[in-house]
């Protein structure tokens, strides 16, 4: 079992594990890049994909469930975002923090990011309920890892709350 991340025909299956790693590197990467708002709620889609809150193999979204923005500008400026993140979390960025080694996680992360690269956003979004709204963004920081968190949903960042 395991989940998938998708952009039409592509798709980017990971099992669980797989997954866990995926969303750690990219969250590391992503903590230490928000400045705007948008940012924060696509760090917010991240700690969605935590399955030991929301289920083994029930986590994973496409990129049309993302809303990039009303206007090609704001749309190229959310997908500049989440292409330099994945890139950074590629350059191992704050891996020494994990307390495993993700082997794997530099392909799954190219994989991503190739998927980001051809995917075109539409003109008009239709809301599916997937991406997390403005007052559900990702706002807290924990203090002791530096890794934004959901709160009030979460306790703390992936750090504090995984059981390894
Ligand atoms: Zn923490």
């Given at each position: 079992?395991?989940?998938?991340?998708?952009?039409?025909?592509?798709?980017?299956?990971?099992?669980?594990?797989?997954?866990?790693?995926?969303?750690?590197?990219?969250?590391?990467?992503?903590?230490?890049?928000?400045?705007?708002?948008?940012?924060?709620?696509?760090?917010?889609?991240?700690?969605?994909q935590d399955?030991s809150i929301?289920?083994?193999?029930?986590?994973?979204?496409?990129?049309?469930?993302?809303?990039?923005?009303?206007?090609?500008?704001?749309?190229?400026?959310?997908?500049?975002?989440?292409?330099?993140?994945?890139?950074?979390?590629?350059?191992?960025?704050?891996?020494?923090?994990?307390?495993?080694?993700?082997?794997?996680?530099?392909?799954?992360?190219?994989?991503?990011?190739?998927?980001?690269?051809?995917?075109?956003?539409?003109?008009?979004?239709?809301?599916?309920?997937?991406?997390?709204?403005?007052?559900?963004?990702?706002?807290?920081?924990?203090?002791?890892?530096?890794?934004?968190?959901?709160?009030?949903?979460?306790?703390?960042?992936?750090?504090?709350?995984?059981?390894?």
């Open positions: 079992m395991g989940n998938t991340f998708g952009a039409g025909q592509q798709s980017l299956y990971l099992s669980n594990g797989g997954t866990e790693v995926f969303i750690d590197v990219l969250m590391l990467a992503v903590s230490d890049l928000v400045e705007d708002v948008w940012d924060c709620r696509f760090a917010a889609l991240l700690t969605l399955q929301m289920g083994r193999g029930a986590v994973g979204f496409n990129l049309e469930d993302i809303d990039w923005g009303t206007t090609p500008q704001e749309r190229s400026r959310s997908r500049d975002f989440v292409l330099c993140a994945t890139t950074l979390a590629m350059s191992r960025h704050r891996w020494s923090e994990l307390d495993y080694e993700p082997p794997f996680a530099q392909n799954y992360l190219r994989q991503f990011k190739d998927m980001v690269e051809s995917f075109v956003p539409a003109d008009a979004f239709h809301g599916t309920g997937v991406f997390p709204g403005l007052d559900e963004r990702a706002l807290a920081c924990c203090t002791r890892h530096r890794i934004l968190s959901a709160l009030p949903h979460w306790e703390g960042c992936f750090l504090c709350t995984q059981p390894r």
